[in-house]
T-cell receptor, first 112, second 115 residues
Framework: GENVEQHPSTLSVQEGDSAVIKCTYS??????FPWYKQELGKRPQLIID?????GEKKDQRIAVTLNKTAKHFSLHITETQPEDSAVYFC???????????FGSGTRLSIRP | GAVVSQHPSWVICKSGTSVKIECRSL??????MFWYRQFPKQSLMLMAT?????????EQGVEKDKFLINHASLTLSTLTVTSAHPEDSSFYIC???????????FGPGTRLTVL
């Protein structure tokens, strides 16, 4: 069935270092992969997304890569800052049902 | 643009009562709305997909008679939790999607506490 796996579940990095979160998906027909940032008690906020016809996308300190063959996609945050601390979710859109399925989330903590 | 609101933001109810949560797209027409449930420190679990003017499609394990979804217009979907029990206490989040893009815009969520 539809499944998105996300690793790691928790991640702690020193301020200024990079953070990488990885996800895999099961449906090879998936064509849209958003990443969300969620702060405690708040709604998920879209931070970046990538479509299946693109291998990499970058927006300032955030980048996402997609390997369609391996069904992997990753989020890269460079020069991390305290305000990057949050829970990050990857997701994949399953084209057959037009729904977005979320990964299990990664709690990112930035150490000062 | 692309603002989604939810009402109420929080609700406390007694066990056995029903609670209605509204999800509105304020500045766009949402052909599809989604309802998610999020327990503490867990991910968002899709409950159902709601298309305007048709019956909602429920995910496996979600009771359609307990979680009633109505999507009567292109800007409003409602989720009614019927005969609520303490285990229904959770953070319920809706999202809306336009027909033009894949982007989903999330509402602020409704925290339901059933006593």
């Amino acid at each position: 069935g539809e499944n998105v796996e996300q690793h790691p579940s928790t991640l702690s990095v020193q301020e200024g270092d990079s953070a990488v979160i990885k996800c895999t998906y099961s449906d090879s027909a998936s064509n849209y992969f958003p990443w969300y940032k969620q702060e405690l008690g708040k709604r998920p906020q879209l931070i970046i997304d990538i479509r299946s016809n693109v291998g990499e996308k970058k927006d300032q300190r955030i980048a996402v890569t997609l390997n369609k063959t391996a069904k992997h996609f990753s989020l890269h945050i460079t020069e991390t800052q305290p305000e990057d601390s949050a829970v990050y979710f990857c997701a994949a859109r399953y084209s057959s049902a037009s729904k977005i399925i979320f990964g299990s989330g990664t709690r990112l903590s930035i150490r000062p | 643009g692309a603002v989604v609101s939810q009402h109420p933001s929080w609700v406390i109810c007694k066990s056995g009562t029903s609670v209605k949560i509204e999800c509105r797209s304020l500045d766009f027409q949402a052909t599809t709305m989604f309802w998610y449930r999020q327990f503490p420190k867990q991910s968002l679990m899709l409950m159902a997909t709601s298309n305007e003017g048709s019956k909602a499609t429920y995910e496996q394990g979600v009771e359609k008679d307990k979680f009633l979804i109505n999507h009567a217009s292109l800007t409003l979907s409602t989720l009614t939790v019927t005969s609520a029990h303490p285990e229904d206490s959770s953070f319920y989040i809706c999202s809306a999607r336009t027909s033009e893009t894949d982007t989903q815009y999330f509402g602020p969520g409704t925290r339901l506490t059933v006593l």
